[in-house]
């Protein structure tokens, strides 16, 4: 007795699951999870390094601009100290006011130059926490392109294990009628599965039972005959029925 065509539909449907797996395990790379948890981490870095640069950015600003309020005062005192004892002036109170004056001067330049230390301390801060955050950040880069490299290698392997079983497919589904094919395509495209054997009274596409009025009609063809093997559809989830 001549195989059943549809005995050959389930082999074309062991190779559609195997693809399908294939795919699965591609898509559900571990090293691509890996990948995306090292991409978040590096644009973490880089916000982080942004916001760094423009913190140090504001810190230089603020140092050139007291920078150049500590000259400006600077060389307003040393303007006043010379004309205080180039001998031109010879008033006492004149002399004291002009003292008092440098030294406010002098007094406001140290507070500025205190002030001009704290932001060059901070500036230095940065620019530590910066060559941390550059460490990391080859680090992390390093470690993507690790991934991505095994990724790649992996993606061409299962590549390659998908077009041994597309030609397993193909060569097996060459053999069938064309209806039958079209029909499988049709199932498997609306429920995922398009053939699966019934054993028993079991579905083993949804593994739910098939009414016993219905597998008794089945096998009565079977039994008288019919070597195509009429297609019978679960009615659970639709896939084609092969009889054991």
Do not use: W
């Not at 591609?26 to 890996?34: G, I, S, V, Y």
């Not at 981490?41 to 500590?70: F, P, Q, Y």
């Amino acid at each position: 007795m001549a195989e059943s065509p549809l005995e050959t539909l389930l082999v074309v449907q062991d190779h559609d699951t195997g693809a399908d797996r294939l795919r699965h395990r591609r898509e559900h790379l571990d090293e691509r999870a890996e990948l995306t948890a090292v991409e978040a981490k590096l644009a973490e870095i880089d916000a982080g390094r942004s916001a760094l640069a423009s913190r140090r950015a504001e810190i230089d600003s603020n140092e050139r601009r007291i920078g150049d309020e500590v000259a400006s005062i600077a060389g307003k005192a040393t303007g006043v100290e010379r004309s205080m004892y180039s001998g031109e002036i010879s008033s006492p109170r004149e002399l004291q006011a002009m003292q008092a004056d440098v030294e406010q001067l002098r007094k406001q330049q140290g507070l500025l130059e205190d002030r001009e230390l704290e932001l060059m301390e901070a500036h230095e801060q940065l620019d530590a926490e910066m060559s941390d955050l550059d460490v990391a950040r080859t680090a992390g880069a390093e470690e993507a392109d690790r991934l991505g490299r095994v990724i790649t290698e992996h993606e061409a392997a299962i590549d390659s294990e998908l077009v041994t079983e597309f030609e397993a497919r193909t060569a097996a589904a060459a053999t069938l009628p064309t209806e039958v094919v079209t029909t499988y395509e049709k199932v498997r495209k609306a429920n995922g599965v398009g053939a699966a054997r019934l054993v028993g009274m079991s579905c083993q596409a949804c593994h739910l039972t098939v009414p016993s009025t219905e597998v008794d009609q089945m096998r009565r063809a079977a039994f008288a005959g019919d070597a195509t093997g009429a297609m019978n559809f679960c009615d659970n989830c639709g896939a084609i029925l092969v009889l054991t």
